[in-house]
């Protein structure tokens, strides 16, 4: 079964730090697969706050966790990687990753909502 599988979130106080991971399972992250990484809030719409080329070596981030948030990848381990920093109560929510393997890469996933394959999404909530 070809699917993406998020983990690493989790509750966290505000200032603090979590990890996200966004791995493959039955296909692998080659240098032709853009990752995205998404987050949608309690009765809020979907938004894109990150993606990776497949080669990582163009990444982009929403104005929103610029400064705060990395994105990397290791395509040995098929997986990619979304370092939080400086956590606020505004970053709570379902976090997904999703990959599309097309050309557009990044833009296609962050401006034209396409995807190949999109993970089940793991909860951060940023809470005192």
């Known amino acids: 079964q070809l699917q993406l599988v998020e983990s690493g979130g989790g509750l966290v106080q505000p200032g603090g730090s979590l990890r996200l991971s966004c791995a493959s399972s039955?296909?692998?992250?080659?240098?032709?697969?853009?990752i995205g990484w998404f987050r949608q809030a309690p009765g809020k719409g979907r938004e894109g706050i990150s993606c990776i080329s497949g080669n990582g070596a163009t990444t982009n981030y929403a104005d929103s966790v610029k400064g705060r948030f990395a994105i990397s990848r290791d395509n040995v381990k098929s997986t990619v990687y979304l370092q939080m920093n400086s956590l606020k109560p505004e970053d709570t929510g379902v976090y997904y990753c999703?990959?599309?393997?097309?050309?557009?890469?990044?833009?296609?996933?962050?401006?034209?909502?396409?995807?190949?394959?999109r993970g089940q999404g793991t909860q951060v909530t940023v809470s005192s």
């Open positions: 039955g296909f692998t992250l080659g240098d032709y697969v853009a």
């Open positions: 999703a990959a599309y393997a097309r050309t557009g890469g990044c833009y296609s996933l962050l401006q034209e909502g396409r995807s190949d394959y």
